[in-house]
């Protein structure tokens, strides 16, 4: 995830670690990165990482904190926790799952929820107040019911794909999901290759289908033994990755709704961007 932690470090860490040479180029601190991505893989994960490494407070905002059913009451909720952080600034202010508070205005079926999503833009606006050094950072794996205005300079100016970790990054989690467990001989790297597109969270659903298989086996043998190679295979086996279906939809919407190239990500990850075989699937091939 180096491209994503880099992003993180050159627009929230940084910034706040060091305002002086920020200052110096005339950056005001503020802003916003959206980190959109297959489930389980890892974005509320990093937000939690960032929350650990910032030297600033940092709020997690769950939407609970917001939506109330009483008229009016959500709009000023949500303009209290920008308050809060206006006031405590340096402050990350982190939404999760933002698709529920930032939904295209189009799609809404009740106006309260429109009037919540304006008063959301306006507070990343700073209109009701001076938003230097108030850092937003947000997560959703419905990037395509986002409302396009959130997209603007100023708002999320940062949008970023958290993709499913790659060969290495899968060998990787592996060993620290099972680095506290009893092993023998385990082939990492042939773990890594036998389970390309699953997410760190079908990982972590692999280890434990295999740990509880191997219970099973030592409650009725009455000797506990190692977890092998075997036992994992066969615990990956039965799981089919969650992020193939994300990908499904995903596609769709890079190859159709591409607008302003935002959906790039998507492209180069699934390989479609260059060539012919763009529209390759398409149902409009050979028209
Ligand atoms: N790249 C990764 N490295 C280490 N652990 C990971 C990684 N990706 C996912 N995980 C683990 O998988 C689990 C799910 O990750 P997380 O909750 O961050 O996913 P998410 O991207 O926020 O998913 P969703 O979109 O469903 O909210 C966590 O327990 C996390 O520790
Ligand atoms: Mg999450």
């Known amino acids: 995830m180096e491209k994503v932690k880099e992003e993180i470090r050159i627009k929230i860490i940084h910034p706040i670690a060091h305002p002086e040479i920020y200052q110096a180029y005339g950056k005001s601190m503020g802003g916003g ?4 991505g297959p489930p389980g893989c890892g974005k509320t994960h990093l937000a939690r990482a960032t929350a650990g490494e910032v030297q600033a407070s940092f709020m997690a905002v769950g939407l609970h904190d917001v939506l109330d059913m009483y008229m009016g009451q959500s709009e000023h909720n949500l303009h209290n ?13 982190f ?6 508070l930032g939904a295209k205005r189009s799609d809404m079926r009740h106006s309260s929820m429109r009037q919540v999503i304006n008063q959301f833009l306006s507070e990343l606006d700073g209109i ?11 997560a959703t794996n419905a990037p395509w019911h ?5 997209r603007r300079p100023g708002r999320f100016d940062r949008v970023i794909f958290v993709p499913p970790p790659d060969q290495e990054a899968r060998e990787a989690i592996l060993r620290i999901l099972l680095a506290d467990k009893p092993t023998r001989h385990v082939d990492y ?3 890594a290759r036998s389970t390309s597109e699953f997410s760190g969270a079908d990982l972590k ?24 190679t075997q036992d994992l295979l066969a615990a990956i086996k039965g799981v089919r990755p969650t992020t193939q279906e994300w990908f499904e939809t995903a596609r769709n919407y890079a190859i159709y709704a591409n607008q302003s190239g935002l959906y790039n990500e998507i492209l180069d990850y699934l390989k479609l961007s260059k060539g012919p075989g763009l529209f ?5 091939r050979g028209n």
């Open 95 to 100: 939404f999760d799952e933002v698709d529920a």
């Open 280 to 284: 390759s699937g398409s149902p409009f």
């Open 81 to 93: 926790i920008f308050e809060l952080a206006r006031h405590t600034a340096p402050c990350v202010l």
């Open 128 to 138: 009701h107040g001076v938003n230097e050094g108030v850092l937003v950072l947000a």
């Open 146 to 150: 986002l409302d396009s205005a959130l």
């Open 205 to 228: 659903g692999s280890v434990d289908t295999a740990v509880e298989d191997k219970l099973r086996e030592a409650m009725k043998r009455g000797i506990p033994t190692p977890l092998t």
């Open 189 to 191: 790297p042939k773990l």
């Open 33 to 36: 990165i959206l980190m959109y």
